[in-house]
């Protein structure tokens, strides 16, 4: 069993940023996909950006792209999601997720082991 604890969430205000941080314990994530997804309220969850176990070439929504930044520490068992230039639109809870394998997925069905969330609010 894999848990998972996001942090670094807060109040923004518009271009200002922030840098969330998936911190993983119970079971190591450094051979797991890992990946950021978002849901504002009244809103599906949708995808962010994801990356591999060899953290190459990660994916990005389209709406971040250029934006923001994903990255891992395989030796402390964190991923990070860099935000900048942050606009209203990006004001949701971000969740971070792993899954049962070595490459990155944008579709959230294929992740087994979601966090509990942390809010990120951009002001305009």
């Known amino acids: 069993q894999v848990q998972l604890v996001e942090s670094g969430g807060g109040l923004v205000q518009a271009g200002g940023s922030l840098r969330l941080a998936c911190a993983a314990s119970g079971r190591t994530v450094s051979n797991t996909g890992m990946g950021w997804f978002r849901q504002a309220p009244g809103k599906a969850r949708e995808f962010v950006a994801a990356v591999s176990v060899s953290g190459g070439r990660p994916s990005y929504a389209d709406s971040v792209q250029h934006r923001f930044t994903i990255s891992r520490d395989n030796a402390k068992n964190t991923v990070y999601l860099e935000m900048n230039s942050l606009k209203p639109e990006d004001t949701a809870v971000y969740y971070c997720?792993?899954?049962?394998?070595?490459?990155?997925?944008?579709?959230?069905?294929?992740?087994?082991?979601w966090g509990q969330g942390t809010q990120v609010t951009v002001s305009s």
């Open positions: 997720a792993t899954r049962r394998s070595a490459y990155c997925s944008t579709w959230p069905y294929e992740y087994n082991y």
